[in-house]
């Protein structure tokens, strides 16, 4: 069960979480912050982007509904020198050390693998990859100088491989970029949670059970998805929550949202967490 309970479980606490303009971030930064959390969030969207919904000034907003404060740190986490400064400066806007880090952005380019460009392909790992350990890295010293803190990296499905002959769903080999570095970003929760045992940081990874119709997925990948193969964005929320409030002995894991959801027996809440969601 979780570490604490209650509407306002994560009082005095402070998170920073990556791709908050919209999407799963964003309800994920309002959700932490109806719970008593003071949020930093970061993306490279400050006010309006040119084809999808969702800013941090709009996410921002949704913070400070529930009273929370909420610190914008405009950065590409492509850019090694620019993902450099969030932690410091969500740390120095927060006033303290980050408790929580949810490592939620990502690069999702889908194409064949006989014409993946390498420029695609770093960039792919520059963002789901390199950005997330660089960022665990700075917040690493005031969580083990605190002795706790919770690590969160979302992961996907296609980090595992599809059975087969015959296959499916051929289309799920587009995917195989992207799922390699999701796939790379669970090796990496696992060998970080193994060093820092004892530590009192927990390392976790959590991926949907099925697609979740953020601005982004819409986008990318709306055409192939049905109604059927959709989790709700509360689910989504309430089964990365718990790893932001897991106790010490949860760590390393690679845990599906809905999974968690049913194990533990937790009640999905709406993102303004006022009342169960709708079934």
Same mark, same amino acid.
């Given at each position: ?17 990556t791709?908050?303009?919209r999407g ?18 970061t ?6 982007h040119?084809t ?12 400070a ?15 090694a020198d ?13 006033g303290?050390?980050?408790d929580?880090?949810? $490592?939620?952005?990502?690069?999702a ?5 006989t ?5 695609r392909?770093?960039l792919?790992?520059?963002? $789901? ?10 917040v ?12 969160? $990296?979302?992961s ?14 051929p ?12 796939a ?13 045992w004892?530590?009192g940081?927990?390392?976790n ?8 119709m ?5 986008a ?5 998805i ?8 509360e689910?989504m ?11 010490a ?13 049913e194990e ?16």
């Amino acid at each position: 069960m979780p570490a604490s309970e209650g509407r306002r479980r994560f009082e005095g606490r402070r998170a920073l979480v990556t791709g908050a303009s919209r999407g799963i971030g964003a309800a994920v930064a309002e959700r932490l912050a109806a719970e008593g959390a003071a949020v930093a969030i970061t993306a490279r969207t400050l006010d309006r982007h040119p084809t999808l919904s969702g800013s941090l000034e709009e996410t921002a907003d949704r913070i400070a509904r529930h009273g929370s404060q909420a610190a914008l740190v405009v950065a590409d986490l492509a850019d090694a020198d620019d993902r450099a400064r969030i932690a410091p400066e969500a740390v120095e806007a927060l006033g303290g050390p980050i408790d929580i880090l949810m $490592n939620n952005a990502a690069a999702a380019m889908y194409q064949p693998l006989t014409d993946f460009p390498l420029k695609r392909r770093r960039l792919t790992y520059e963002i $789901n990859f390199h950005a997330p350990l660089d960022l665990i890295q700075a917040v690493l010293p005031g969580m083990t100088t605190a002795g706790e803190g919770w690590i969160v $990296n979302l992961s996907s499905a296609t980090a595992r491989p599809a059975s087969g002959p015959p296959f499916a769903r051929p289309h799920i080999a587009t995917m195989a970029i992207y799922g390699s570095s999701k796939a790379a970003l669970n090796r990496l929760t696992n060998g970080l949670a193994i060093e820092l045992w004892g530590t009192g940081v927990r390392v976790n990874t959590v991926e949907p059970r099925a697609a979740v119709m953020s601005e982004g997925a819409e986008a990318v990948a709306g055409d192939i998805i049905t109604p059927e193969m959709v989790e709700s964005m509360e689910a989504m929320v309430e089964g990365t929550l718990v790893l932001c409030d897991c106790e010490a002995e949860r760590t390393g894991g690679v845990f599906v949202s809905l999974d968690l959801i049913e194990e533990l027996g937790l009640q999905v809440m709406q993102l303004d967490g006022s009342g169960p969601a709708p079934a």
